[in-house]
């Protein structure tokens, strides 16, 4: 644009000539920025500044020989948006939802022009102008809706904030302990820098909106995931990971800011409570609810701190059907209990394994699954072919048998390992759990037997699978190694700790793998036919996610879309959250192997979900724009998904005749079951 300046003093005599190549909106947009930088109302200062630094960006992404002063010029752009909205905030005190949400796309699109890798905030920005679509239609699920987006945009505002932290941390430590800079202000570098920019703005914009969404859809202050009453002393934790083998000598209340979905509840704790959102059928939401143990999200930030401040206190916790509530108590009404738990009393005397032997054979069909062969998961999803409803797609299965593994590993090719972990094993039994890590390495430097070759070739062609060796030796080799994988997950940390809480003697346990075809989902789900929020059987709940399962039931961030339906009309569906997850995750038509142990769904033990199944190939991740799925936008498509999954879970419930955990997908509209158990 140019600048000069005649007469005297510091700018006397400037010149500086006009930087070329620049749009030519950008000066009229900067004239208009400059005449309203000082209006009360800055929503149509915001999109001007939005729109200059749109007009700018490409200039900031290609040589110049004036880039340094068209990124001091964004810079200055960017900082005018940060104290506009702050400005703005004052406008927001008694605003309705819609203007609330219009800050925050401004201040997203703010973000996403200060971003490389912005794709996950651009996917929010279109979630957000679909949130407003939706208030503006009146729809009665917008505030629902909008209450997954603002989840979603968090999880993205932690995830620049924990990549900031990687990034400018560890140089601003280097870089200020050279220079003597005092360590309180080297701590605090990268939170202050992120304090400074967009995003701080955002987080409090979410702050300020997300009371309201629940209070208009009803949704309260918890979700109460395992409703038990408990009383216990109160004990915060960072990472419920961190202290997943801690054993507590009194009931202990955990605030825990942290976890991810597949940990496993410590020995004495009686009631979880966190911020994170794990989902209802995450395999710790399973737990919790096997052991009895109160857990639940709290979505309000103050009644957290108030949990917090709590530290070392007694308190009795009751949930209801909507809520939760707490109070002090006594010590001593916690302490009696807690006598009885340290003596033992109650805790339970460890599950006996039958160990299982080699058969003789290395693969099997699926009409010669028995349980002396093969675990529950291979035996269910094999009852179910040709007994549920012919809509209802079940995949071809074979297995490798108990006792292959140990089979396998006592083969003179594979002695060097088997001596190997059997020396690890020791010292594991000693307490050194650090070498589970290294035994499930070494598991996978076994060498397969010809004879096993040959007979699971037989048996996956005798059944119209695919082979993966007739695509070349390299294919069977990833398909071994699979293999290995699964076998070597009874070694898994939340396994081995979680047999360990239970007293079940860790070298009983067998590990059948259930061979399948794998479907290339669209979205995959998992069914509980009873309620297990509320114990309502009459009521099937479920939940769904775009891509393949192990997002829902693994440590995949956010929520997946939850629906009830009662049973007495399986085509009235009811959304009690949309989904949230950033993630999906998707495979090519392949084979996947499934653990299969003697340890799992077990009375009074639920094993479930504790070992891996591991497909042949391996997943892609891709971020997942909601604003176009048809299971969130279109009303009638999701009406017919979610009714044929609530279907398919009461017509198992009904051929088993009791309540089951069913996981399935759907490709193209057709609905898959790929395994089925009780539900615990």
């Known amino acids: 644009m140019g600048y000069s300046a005649e007469g005297r003093g510091f700018m006397g005599g400037v010149r500086i000539h006009p930087i070329s190549g620049l749009s030519s909106e950008l000066p009229g947009l900067l004239q208009f920025i400059m005449e309203h930088i000082e209006d009360k109302w800055v929503g149509p200062l915001l999109e001007g500044l939005l729109e200059a630094r749109f007009e700018l960006r490409s200039n900031l992404l290609k040589p110049h020989d004036r880039l340094k002063d068209i990124i001091f010029l964004d810079l200055a752009l960017d900082s005018t948006v940060r104290t506009a909205i702050e400005r703005g905030f004052e406008e927001l005190n008694n605003a309705q939802p819609s203007e609330i949400i219009y800050f925050i796309t401004m201040v997203l699109e703010n973000l996403s022009l200060s971003s490389d890798n912005n794709e996950e905030i651009i996917y929010c920005l279109k979630d957000w102008h679909h949130t407003i679509d939706l208030c503006k239609s009146k729809s009665d699920q917008w505030a629902l809706y909008a209450k997954a987006v603002l989840d979603r945009t968090r999880l993205a505002l932690t995830e620049k904030a924990e990549h900031y932290q990687k990034v400018l941390q560890p140089s601003a430590e280097y870089l200020g302990g050279l220079l003597g800079v005092d360590q309180s202000a080297l701590s605090i570098f990268t939170e202050e820098m992120i304090r400074a920019g967009s995003a701080a703005s955002l987080s409090l914009l979410l702050n300020r909106l997300d009371p309201v969404l629940r209070n208009i859809a009803h949704l309260g202050s918890w979700q109460v995931i395992s409703p038990v009453e408990v009383r216990g002393f109160v004990i915060t934790v960072d990472e419920l990971a961190k202290v997943q083998n801690e054993v507590y000598g009194q009931k202990t209340i955990l605030v825990a800011n942290r976890v991810k979905g597949e940990e496993e509840i410590p020995d004495g704790v009686v009631a979880v409570l966190t911020p994170d959102m794990p989902d209802v059928l995450s395999h710790v939401s399973v737990r919790a609810r096997n052991s009895k143990v109160c857990f639940a999200t709290c979505f309000d930030p103050?009644?957290?701190?108030?949990?917090?401040?709590?530290?070392?206190?007694?308190?009795?916790?009751?949930?209801?059907?909507?809520?939760?509530?707490?109070?002090?108590?006594?010590?001593?009404?916690?302490?009696?209990?807690?006598?009885?738990?340290?003596?033992?009393?109650?805790?339970?005397?460890?599950?006996?394994?039958?160990?299982?032997?080699?058969?003789?054979?290395?693969?099997?069909?699926?009409?010669?699954?028995?349980?002396?062969?093969?675990?529950?998961?291979?035996?269910?999803?094999?009852?179910?072919?040709?007994?549920?409803?012919?809509?209802?797609?079940?995949?071809?299965?074979?297995?490798?048998?108990?006792?292959?593994?140990?089979?396998?590993?006592?083969?003179?090719?594979?002695?060097?390992?088997?001596?190997?972990?059997?020396?690890?094993?020791?010292?594991?039994?000693?307490?050194?759990?650090?070498?589970?890590?290294?035994?499930?390495?070494?598991?996978?430097?076994?060498?397969?037997?010809?004879?096993?070759?040959?007979?699971?070739?037989?048996?996956?062609?005798?059944?119209?699978?695919?082979?993966?060796?007739?695509?070349?030796?390299?294919?069977?080799?990833?398909?071994?190694?699979?293999?290995?994988?699964?076998?070597?997950?009874?070694?898994?940390?939340?396994?081995?700790?979680?047999?360990?809480?239970?007293?079940?003697?860790?070298?009983?346990?067998?590990?059948?793998?259930?061979?399948?075809?794998?479907?290339?989902?669209?979205?995959?789900?998992?069914?509980?036919?009873?309620?297990?929020?509320?114990?309502?059987?009459?009521?099937?709940?479920?939940?769904?996610?775009?891509g393949l399962g192990e997002t829902l039931v693994g440590a995949y961030p956010g929520r997946a879309m939850s629906f009830v339906t009662k049973k007495s009309d399986l085509n009235q569906v009811k959304v009690l959250g949309y989904p949230s997850k950033p993630i999906g995750l998707f495979i090519r038509q392949s084979i996947i192997f499934r653990s299969d142990s003697n340890g799992e769904d077990l009375e009074g033990y639920a094993g479930a979900g504790l070992y891996d199944s591991v497909p042949m190939d391996e997943e892609e991740k891709r971020t997942i724009d909601y604003s176009s799925d048809p299971l969130v936008v279109d009303h009638n498509f999701r009406r017919s998904i979610l009714s044929k999954i609530a279907q398919v879970g009461h017509a198992i419930e009904e051929l088993y005749g009791s309540p089951q955990d069913v996981e399935g997908v759907v490709k193209d509209g057709e609905i898959y079951v790929v395994q089925t158990r009780p539900q615990m």
């Not at 401040?309 to 007694?314: D, F, H, M, S």
């Not at 071809?396 to 590993?409: I, T």
């Not at 793998?513 to 669209?522: N, R, Y």
């Open 302 to 546: 103050n009644i957290l701190d108030d949990l917090r401040a709590k530290e070392g206190k007694a308190l009795s916790i009751r949930p209801t059907s909507s809520d939760l509530v707490y109070n002090e108590i006594k010590v001593n009404e916690v302490l009696d209990d807690s006598e009885n738990l340290s003596q033992g009393h109650g805790v339970s005397q460890g599950i006996a394994l039958k160990k299982k032997k080699f058969n003789g054979k290395y693969a099997i069909s699926a009409d010669e699954f028995s349980d002396e062969l093969i675990g529950a998961k291979s035996r269910n999803i094999a009852y179910l072919r040709g007994k549920v409803p012919s809509w209802v797609r079940v995949p071809v299965s074979v297995a490798l048998p108990f006792g292959v593994f140990e089979k396998v590993l006592s083969e003179d090719m594979n002695k060097g390992v088997a001596e190997k972990i059997e020396a690890l094993d020791k010292l594991v039994a000693k307490g050194d759990f650090s070498k589970l890590h290294k035994i499930r390495e070494i598991v996978l430097q076994m060498n397969a037997p010809s004879q096993l070759v040959g007979e699971l070739k037989d048996k996956m062609q005798r059944a119209n699978m695919p082979w993966p060796g007739e695509e070349g030796e390299e294919r069977w080799l990833q398909a071994w190694m699979a293999i290995k994988r699964v076998w070597a997950s009874k070694w898994n940390e939340r396994a081995y700790f979680s047999t360990r809480k239970a007293k079940i003697d860790h070298s009983d346990l067998c590990m059948a793998v259930l061979v399948q075809e794998i479907i290339s989902a669209d979205y995959a789900f998992v069914i509980h036919t009873t309620n297990p929020s509320t114990g309502d059987s009459s009521e099937i709940y479920a939940e769904i996610v775009k």
